[in-house]
């Protein structure tokens, strides 16, 4: 089965922290994403990527960076976390050939 | 621009009462279509890929079609167990982006 995991499902900081949302997925797949996901809004793109060190913006790169090192490994960081960064925050990966993703558990960060 | 509309936003349904979910989409041209069921507070799970218009999937109580225009996700029989968030996805033809509908919340009453 594939995994996707992320490193926290409950996340509380302060506004102006730099955050680090980690991802890791075991199933050797190329593409990794990075969503938020908010009510009334649906799910949105902040970044992806397709090999490592590769990254390319989603439709709300603003105010976020990624870092993908090794290919299992996709990190999403806020550099200074503001209020309106709120949110739950989804990782997935697909396979380079085969486009379904799958998501990791997410996680609820709360920006006070 | 390419869309994905899901109808209705919400739905409630006595157990055993068969019903449709609707993803309508406009797109260019279409790779893929998927479904994915997503519970409270959890990340989305992956349920179908339907690729050209006629390609039926199912799994259980579920059953994915797929036209040109739109996709149907039929639920039969439902129980209380498949109250969930249904969401559809499109993968537009010359895109890597996956646009993704905002949902159909789903509730089965024992």
């Known amino acids: 089965d594939v995994k996707v995991t992320q490193s926290s499902r409950y996340l509380v900081k302060r506004t102006g922290e730099k955050v680090f949302l980690e991802c890791v997925q075991d199933?050797?797949?190329?593409?990794m994403f990075w969503y938020r996901q908010d009510p009334g809004l649906g799910l949105r793109l902040i970044y992806f990527?397709?090999?490592?060190?590769?990254?390319e913006k989603g439709d709300i790169p603003e105010g976020y960076s990624v870092s993908r090192e090794k290919k299992e490994r996709f990190s999403l960081i806020l550099e200074s976390a503001s209020t309106n960064q709120t949110s739950m925050y989804l990782c997935?990966?697909?396979?380079?050939?085969?486009?379904?993703?799958?998501f990791g558990p997410g996680t609820r960060l709360t920006v006070t | 621009e390419d869309q994905v509309t899901q109808s209705p936003e919400a739905l409630r349904l006595q157990e055993g009462e068969s019903s449709s979910l609707n993803c309508s989409y406009t797109?260019?041209?279409?790779?893929?279509l998927f479904w994915y069921r997503q519970d409270p507070g959890k990340g989305p799970e992956f349920l179908f890929t339907?690729?050209?218009a006629g390609e039926e999937k199912e799994k259980e109580r579920l059953k994915a079609t797929l036209t040109k225009k739109e996709s149907f996700l039929h639920i039969t029989a439902p129980k209380p167990e498949d109250s969930a968030t249904y969401l559809c996805?499109?993968?537009?033809?010359?895109?890597?982006?996956?646009?993704f509908g905002k949902g159909t919340r789903l509730h089965i009453l024992p």
């Open positions: 997935a990966s697909s396979d380079r050939d085969k486009y379904e993703q799958y």
């Open positions: 199933m050797d797949h190329e593409n």
């Open positions: 990527s397709y090999d490592v060190k590769m990254k």
């Open positions: 797109v260019s041209g279409l790779r893929g």
């Open positions: 339907l690729y050209s």
């Open positions: 996805a499109v993968l537009p033809v010359g895109d890597d982006k996956i646009i």
